[in-house]
């Protein structure tokens, strides 16, 4: 199983990045797909997921509203949206997946390895 999370990069406070995780090794259609983060210093936390129908999601209320995250079937692809960062935001950005949505967003079972978002202020 290989998840390889993309699109990191150093922002300016305000804009915009797009995060994207590509799977492989798992029948991605009855997987739920979860982002992670880690900041320097701090334990990993729940950003956001999205479960295999496509369409029920979850967000850290820290993100709600700024960050959207998608899948695309076709493409065993997840996107994390990221709007209006904040320098609190920086952090590296870990892309999991796991068949059940409550396992998904406490202890995934697959992990990628992390791209690190960089936002400046």
């Known amino acids: 199983v290989q998840l390889q999370a993309s699109g990191g990069g150093l922002v300016p406070t305000g804009m915009s990045v797009r995060l994207s995780c590509a799977t492989s090794?798992?029948?991605?259609?009855?997987?739920?797909i979860g982002w992670f983060r880690q900041a320097p210093g701090k334990e990993r936390e729940f950003v956001a997921a999205?479960?295999?129908?496509?369409?029920?999601?979850d967000y850290a209320d820290s993100v709600k509203g700024r960050f959207t995250i998608s899948r695309d079937n076709t493409k065993n692809t997840v996107d994390l949206q990221m709007n209006n960062l904040r320098p609190e935001d920086t952090a590296v950005y870990y892309c999991?997946?796991?068949?059940?949505?409550?396992?998904?967003?406490?202890?995934?079972?697959?992990w990628g390895q992390g791209t690190l978002v960089t936002v400046s202020s």
């Open positions: 999205i479960r295999s129908d496509a369409i029920t999601t």
């Open positions: 999991a997946a796991d068949h059940w949505w409550t396992t998904l967003k406490r202890n995934p079972k697959y």
């Open positions: 090794g798992i029948t991605f259609s009855l997987y739920g």
